[in-house]
C-alpha cells in the first residue's frame, strides 16, 4: 500500500532524472577538456541517480559559468543552482516517503506531497518571463499544502520539510520577494501546530505557547539565514568569477594593443630610418656614377660616403629590431641591462650618460620590461629632440618607491608639449601605478622626475 502510494512522486524523480541523464551524458562525452577514461567515469556516475548528477553538476560548476554568465545580474551560477535544487528535491522525496510510512493508507497525504513535488519543479523549470505570474503564486500554493498535509499527518516530527520548501524559494527567488514569503509559512505552520496541540489537549498554558512560538520561530529564522548568505555567496562568487574572466580578457585585449602599438612604432622608426638612409645612398651613388668618367677621386668618396649612409641605416634598423624584444632583458639584471644600454648610447651615439643606478636584484619581473622602455624612451627623446649629447641619470629605491631622475644637456624649451614618446613614457609609467613630471627651460635641457610604487 505504501509503495503505490509514493509511486507517483517516484516516477516524477525518475523522469527528472532520465530527462537530465539525456541532457548531460552528450554534453560529457563533448567536454574536449576530458579524457576518455574521465568520460566514461563521469558518464557511470551521471547513470547512477540524482546524486550522481548532483555530483557532476558540481564538478563543472566553473564550465557552466563561463558558458552562461554574461552580466553582473545578482544570480548563480546555472550548475551550482540546478545542483542545490536537485538536492532539495532528493531531500523532499525521502521526507515523502517518511511522512507516508507514519500516515499508512492516508491518500489525501501521499497526493498533497507529489502535488508539492510537481509545483517544486514547476518553480524550478518554468521559464521567469513567460510565467512571471505563476511563479510568484506557486511558493504560497505550495506553503498551503504543506501547511495542510502536516495538520493532516499523525505525526509532528517532519516538520521540517517546511524549511525544505522554504529553502527552495529563497534559492530560487530574489530578496524581495523572499521579505514578503518569509512569514507566511512560519505563521501557518505555528498556528496550524498550536490549533493541533489544542484539539487534542484541550487547554494550552501560555508559557507553552510562548516558548514553542520563540523556538520555533529562532530555528526558521536560522535555517533560512543559512540558505540566504549561502545564495548571497554564492552570487557574489558567480559575479567574481565573471570579473576575473572579464579582467584577464581585457588584459590581454590591453597587452595586444600595447604590442601592436610598440610594433607600429618600431615599423614607423625602420621605415623613416631606412627610408633616409637608401635615399641618401641613392644620391651618393648617382653623384657617383657621374663622376666615374670625369673625377675619380670625388666618385670614390661618394661610393664611401654611400657605405656609411647604408651601414648607418643598418644599424638604426638592427637596434629598432633589437628595441622590439631587448637582448637580455630577461637573463639579466635591470642594472645590467640598463648599464649595456648606457654603452650602447656611447658606442652607437656619442651619446654619454653619468648614470647611478642603484636598484635591487630582486625588482619585479613585471617592472624590468617597463623601466627599461621608458630609460630607452627617455635616451631617444633626448637625441632626436632635446639634440643633447649627454644625460644624467639617478636611480634609487626608498620606501618601497624606485625614483629615476633624469636631466639632460640639450637645447630645453620654453613649452613643454608632450609628443608621442613622452606620452608612451607616461602611459607605462601609468600602467604601472607610477607617477612623472616633466620639465624643461629654454637653453638648459629637460628633467624627468619619476616615481613607482614597488
Known amino acids: 500500500m505504501i509503495f503505490w502510494h509514493i509511486l507517483p512522486a517516484l516516477l516524477l524523480i525518475l523522469t527528472l532524472q532520465v530527462i537530465l541523464q539525456y541532457r548531460l551524458i552528450p554534453e560529457c562525452l563533448g567536454n574536449r577538456e576530458l579524457s576518455k577514461n574521465a568520460k566514461i567515469f563521469w558518464v557511470v556516475i551521471l547513470l547512477l541517480s540524482l546524486p550522481g548528477i548532483i555530483a557532476y553538476l558540481l564538478a563543472f560548476q566553473k564550465r557552466a559559468g563561463a558558458e552562461t554568465t554574461h552580466d553582473l ?25 517518511a511522512i507516508v510510512r507514519v500516515n499508512p493508507g492516508n491518500l489525501p497525504i501521499a497526493s498533497i506531497l507529489t502535488a508539492c513535488l510537481v509545483i517544486m519543479m514547476g518553480i524550478h523549470y518554468l521559464p521567469h518571463e513567460r510565467f512571471h505570474v505563476l511563479r510568484g503564486v506557486l511558493p504560497y500554493i505550495l506553503a498551503i499544502l504543506i501547511i495542510g498535509q502536516d495538520y493532516l499527518s499523525v505525526s509532528e516530527d517532519y516538520g521540517f520539510v517546511v524549511l525544505l520548501t522554504v529553502a527552495l524559494v529563497i534559492i530560487e527567488y530574489s530578496l524581495r520577494y523572499n521579505i514578503i514569503y518569509f512569514w507566511v509559512p512560519l505563521i501557518l505552520y505555528q498556528a496550524v501546530a498550536l490549533f493541533k496541540f489544542k484539539a487534542a489537549q484541550g487547554y494550552l498554558d501560555g508559557d507553552f505557547i510562548a516558548g514553542y512560538i520563540l523556538s520555533n520561530t529562532v530555528t526558521y529564522c536560522f535555517v533560512t539565514a543559512t540558505f540566504y548568505f549561502a545564495k548571497r555567496q554564492l552570487i557574489q562568487n558567480n559575479q567574481l568569477h565573471y570579473l576575473m574572466k572579464e579582467l584577464k580578457g581585457k588584459t590581454l585585449q590591453l597587452e595586444e594593443a600595447g604590442i601592436l602599438k610598440e610594433r607600429s612604432r618600431i615599423a614607423r622608426e625602420i621605415h623613416d630610418t631606412l627610408g633616409h638612409s637608401l635615399t641618401g645612398a641613392i644620391i651618393q651613388l648617382e653623384v657617383a656614377r657621374k663622376l666615374i668618367d670625369k673625377n675619380s677621386d670625388k666618385a670614390l668618396e661618394a661610393i664611401i660616403r654611400s657605405q656609411e649612409i647604408t651601414r648607418s641605416g643598418f644599424n638604426d634598423v638592427k637596434r629598432a629590431i633589437k628595441a622590439l624584444n631587448p637582448l637580455g632583458i630577461e637573463e639579466l639584471s635591470l642594472s645590467e641591462c640598463l648599464h649595456q644600454l648606457i654603452q650602447e648610447a656611447r658606442d652607437s651615439y656619442n651619446f654619454y650618460i653619468e648614470g647611478d643606478i642603484d636598484l635591487p636584484e630582486d625588482l619585479s619581473d613585471d617592472l624590468k620590461i617597463p623601466v627599461y622602455r621608458i ?32 636631466h639632460d644637456n640639450g637645447k630645453g624649451c620654453a613649452k613643454l608639449q608632450e609628443g608621442n614618446g613622452l606620452r608612451g613614457i607616461r602611459e607605462r609609467i601609468n600602467q604601472v601605478g607610477g607617477q612623472v613630471r616633466f620639465s624643461s627651460q629654454e637653453g638648459n635641457g629637460f628633467t624627468v622626475l619619476i616615481h613607482i610604487p614597488l
Open 73 to 97: 545580474r545578482p544570480q548563480l551560477n546555472r550548475n551550482i543552482e540546478e545542483s542545490i535544487f536537485l538536492g532539495l528535491l532528493l531531500a523532499f522525496l525521502l521526507y515523502v516517503i
Open 375 to 406: 630609460i630607452q624612451e627617455l635616451i631617444t627623446n633626448s637625441i632626436r629632440h632635446g639634440e643633447a649629447s649627454s644625460m644624467e641619470l639617478t636611480m634609487e629605491c626608498h620606501d618601497n618607491t624606485l625614483r629615476i631622475q633624469n
